[in-house]
């Protein structure tokens, strides 16, 4: 086999591997209250709380939007809902206008910009109520002309 024919053959184990990825991040990774955890104990098989961490959170975001969007499951879009939730209740710092990062450290400019583009596409999910749209379009735009 050549190794596109190779590629091919593989492509729905890695299909499968991606969903499985997706569901132990949504089911397991993911609490009930929308934070992720980084970090998976093996030998007691539960998921190891660290403080919260805006990067990670941001990183959960992006990886169940695009699973949603590659396996056109609404399930993904709920927790991203819910993690984007846990965001603002739990993570919002009302003096910067901007989320704590886990030790309290200065957002870098990087950080900022990641944020919008993983963002951004909330503002037309439909599953997201229209006050938190608005809200986060807002932000968004503050955000943006910031940088």
């Known amino acids: 086999n050549t190794p596109?024919?190779?590629?091919?053959?593989?492509?729905?184990?890695?299909?499968?591997?991606?969903?499985g990825m997706s569901n132990f991040l949504s089911h397991i990774l993911e609490s009930r209250d929308g934070e992720f955890y980084s970090q998976y104990d093996l030998k007691t098989k539960t998921p190891v709380k660290?403080?919260?961490?805006?990067?990670?959170?941001?990183?959960?975001?992006?990886?169940l939007l695009k699973s949603s969007e590659y396996f056109r499951l609404n399930s993904?879009?709920?927790?991203?809902?819910n993690a984007y939730l846990y965001l603002n209740r739990e993570m919002w710092n009302?003096?910067?206008g901007f989320y704590t990062l886990s030790g309290n450290r200065p957002v870098t400019r990087f950080e900022v910009t990641k944020?919008?583009?993983?963002?951004?596409?909330?503002?037309?999910e439909p599953l997201l109520d229209a006050a938190?749209?608005?809200?986060?379009?807002?932000?968004?735009?503050?955000?943006?002309?910031?940088?």
């Open 115 to 124: 944020a919008l583009s993983v963002l951004k596409p909330l503002t037309d």
């Open 4 to 19: 596109i024919e190779e590629l091919n053959e593989s492509l729905p184990q890695l299909r499968n591997l991606a969903l």
């Open 94 to 96: 009302p003096k910067t």
């Open 50 to 63: 660290n403080s919260s961490n805006f990067n990670v959170q941001v990183a959960g975001i992006r990886a």
């Open 76 to 81: 993904y879009k709920m927790s991203v809902i």
């Open 132 to 147: 938190s749209r608005n809200q986060l379009k807002t932000l968004l735009h503050s955000w943006s002309s910031a940088l």
